[in-house]
DNA sequence: ACTCGACTTTAGACAATGTCTAATATCAGA
DNA sequence: TCTGATATTAGACATTGTCTAAAGTCGAGT
């Protein structure tokens, strides 16, 4: 079971064990995103830290982003285009987005373990699996 | 087994028999997209459209695009951020995505049916399946 | 063939999202 | 405290997709 960040210590500490400078502004964006509890696209996040008393610029906040990503230390799902959600959750799991409303919620994979999925080319190294459910409370339109 | 395209007047004749206007535009996009036999951004088809004969504006070939996605003749595939590629096959199949090259790969479902996924709640409906495995050929750059 | 109304296409403006650059600021180690 | 490496910043830039208003095309009914 992974860690929630309840704390900006926190999220200092898992930074330095994971040798990643924690200055205060990728503390800040480490925590508000796990505190938000919610998947937050980058602008969201840029404009949630500012009306507080922090103040981050928009290009840090990607930059941090991008960096968090690339340690694992965020997840990031593409839901439409252009729109890039990012997700303090980074067991593996899946994401289930309704298209009507814009949610989107965690699915556990527990019935679809990522080594079930369809193999892969033996020079190829899996490094991630994607898998997003649309959903809908109506029939599409064209049947 | 879906059909395979491999005329404008087969174009045409799908076309007509879902329902949709065959304008020369629609079945010049759709045509070329099945004839290209790759994933294909929406600037790649326009841009691949306007260097032979034909003239199509941008405006067409992003609204074709979505068109037809809406009537599921095309499909489309979020890879990166603020990019769709759109897919000739429509039968439900996953996608592997080599993340260095950016090479996208149709992959059969077989072995992971979407009944398998995980369940949905009772009020809604399934509208599609997105499964994109990303691979490498080097480890992640962060152990 | 003609006309009308509905649909389609078009060019270009616009919007949203993310990246890049050069200057400044900050940090950690000597 | 110094110094080099790293991080942050503002704003320009690039890319992708949408919107709008005008012009063009299609087809049914006459």
């Given at each position: 079971m992974m860690k929630r960040i309840t704390s900006r210590l926190e999220a200092e500490e898992l930074l330095k064990t994971r040798g990643v400078q924690p200055t205060s502004q990728r503390v800040e964006v480490l925590y508000r995103l796990h505190a938000s509890q919610r998947h937050l696209a980058a602008e969201d996040l840029h404009e949630c830290l500012n009306e507080e008393f922090t103040r981050v610029s928009r290009a840090t906040v990607y930059n941090t982003l991008n960096l968090l990503k690339s340690y694992g230390l965020v997840g990031a799902v593409l839901v439409d285009a252009g729109r890039i959600l990012y997700d303090a959750n980074t067991e593996p799991h899946y994401h289930m987005y309704d298209v009507e409303t814009g949610e989107l919620t965690d699915i556990g994979c527990g019935v679809l373990p990522p080594e079930a999925l369809p193999g892969i080319p033996?020079?190829?190294?899996?490094?991630g699996v994607d898998v997003i459910i649309k959903v809908s409370k109506k029939r599409s339109e064209h049947h």
């Open positions: 033996d020079d190829r190294l899996m490094c």
